[in-house]
């Protein structure tokens, strides 16, 4: 029988399970036909299953199949090109959940640092208050910014990971652009350091304000010698921290 009339055997029609190729007069698509053989049924054992086929059904399924495959490129990834996807996935999956702990990490700070300085505030300004307590504001600035500092600095070093490794090996592995990637899109378009800056500034505004204060209304109660050595370790620290984690 030739190939026209074996082809003929198979039709297609929107309104038979979607516009699947068919058998003609069934609902059996080519492809339940392929996966019953695909899965080690022999063509014994389907025509017996299905009393109208004959074995001209399914040798036109096979060549239909041929014949769709012959214009059509495949490439099956490999073993290890599989292998090297699902670790690459795993890794991605595993630095955006430490990510999502770094920013909840810094919400955290954020929060602690505001009650802390609040508190303070509201020991020490009232006129009945005790205004020495804001010699602790800068402290308490620069222990959380730093650590909201270092959080920034690791969530950093993190993505810049996931930008040019990752993303990039995973890319070429899916044959896709590399601009499609998440982490490479939201670099070309977010401003970078933006809410970093704005912690730096404040550690400043809190130092200089403090000791400014301090030194103008507090300077008999605590002496020249205190404040003038808290001033020099606050600004040690503060221009320490601003140095180490400006970029």
């Not at 990834?77 to 090297?84: G, I, T, W």
């Not at 204060?213 to 050595?229: E, K, M, N, P, S």
Request: glycine share 4%.
């Amino acid at each position: 029988m030739r190939e026209e009339q074996l082809l003929e055997r198979i039709t297609l029609n929107p309104k038979v399970m979607v516009g699947k190729p068919v058998i003609r007069g069934t609902r059996l698509t080519v492809e339940y036909i392929l996966n019953l053989l695909a899965h080690g049924a022999t063509v014994a054992e389907i025509l017996e299953e299905y009393q109208g086929l004959t074995p001209k059904d399914i040798q036109a399924c096979l060549l239909f199949a041929a014949k769709s495959l012959a214009n059509t490129t495949f490439l099956p990834l490999s073993v290890a090109e599989d292998k090297a996807i699902e670790h690459l996935e795993r890794i991605r999956q595993d630095i955006r959940d430490e990510i999502k702990r770094r920013i909840e990490q810094r919400d955290k700070y954020s929060i602690q640092l505001t009650i802390a300085l609040g508190a303070i505030i509201a020991i020490s300004l009232p006129p009945d208050g005790f205004k020495g307590a804001l010699i602790a504001a800068p402290l308490v600035s620069i222990y959380f910014t730093m650590l909201i500092l270092y959080s920034y600095r690791i969530h950093r070093i993190l993505s810049s990971y996931l930008r040019n490794e990752i993303e990039p090996e995973l890319a070429r592995l899916c044959g896709v652009s590399p601009q499609k990637e998440w982490e490479i899109y939201y670099e070309s378009k977010a401003v970078p350091g933006l809410r970093k800056n704005f912690f730096m500034l404040a550690l400043w505004v809190v130092c200089v304000l403090s000791l400014t204060y301090l030194w103008f209304t507090q300077r008999d109660q605590f002496g020249c010698v205190v404040l003038a050595v808290a001033t020099v370790i606050y600004s040690a620290a503060t221009i320490a921290i601003t140095v180490a984690f400006w970029r």
